[in-house]
């Protein structure tokens, strides 16, 4: 179960209604041996490993449940951390790619001019950083590699179906 996106996902068509697709995955978590925490909001699930259980990466899928027009349902199914953690991630990312763009800009306009072209130096070091912060992703991913298997089993068994993730 490895992935070379930072959130692996997946996307299923099934032959149910949401409310009916909602059930049989709230009834498979309670009913069969599992330990999950599940939230559920109207056409959204999201499965968390127990806290007991829980490390900073542990993973935590969100399905999303859309209806189609004609009675099918479309699962949206995203697996990532907990939101703290992506939260982190995702800014420490934006940080990152806004100083590559700006300093990249002021090092070639630095080139250009005949000066000493710091700004690419700057540029170097936040290409750098992007790569540690997607470097750090994989090796999240690999550490919770068990438990992702663990829910994506829960949610297969819960729907009867197979899925592949991308």
Not at 12 to 21: A, G, H, I, K, R
Not at 129 to 137: D, E, K, N, Q, V
Request: with cysteine; charged share 15%; glycine share 8%.
């Amino acid at each position: 179960m490895s992935s070379f996106l930072v959130r692996p996902r997946f996307s299923q068509t099934l032959e149910l209604d949401p409310d009916s697709v909602r059930e049989r995955i709230l009834a498979h978590v309670a009913e069969s041996g599992t330990r999950f925490e599940v939230k559920t909001f109207p056409d959204f699930i999201c499965v968390r490993i127990p806290l007991e259980e829980r490390k900073f990466w542990s993973p935590r899928l969100n399905l999303s449940l859309e209806p189609s027009t004609d009675g099918r349902t479309v699962v949206h199914g995203i697996y990532g951390p907990n939101a703290s953690f992506w939260s982190f991630y995702l800014y420490a990312g934006l940080i990152t790619g806004s100083l590559a763009l700006f300093s990249s800009i002021l090092g070639f306009c630095q080139r250009k001019l005949g000066m000493t072209p710091w700004g690419l130096w700057v540029f170097g070091v936040s290409l750098a950083a992007g790569l540690a912060l997607y470097l750090m992703a994989q090796i999240g991913q690999k550490f919770a590699a068990q438990q992702t298997f663990r829910l994506h089993q829960a949610y297969e068994a819960a729907l009867g179906t197979s899925v592949a993730i991308h």
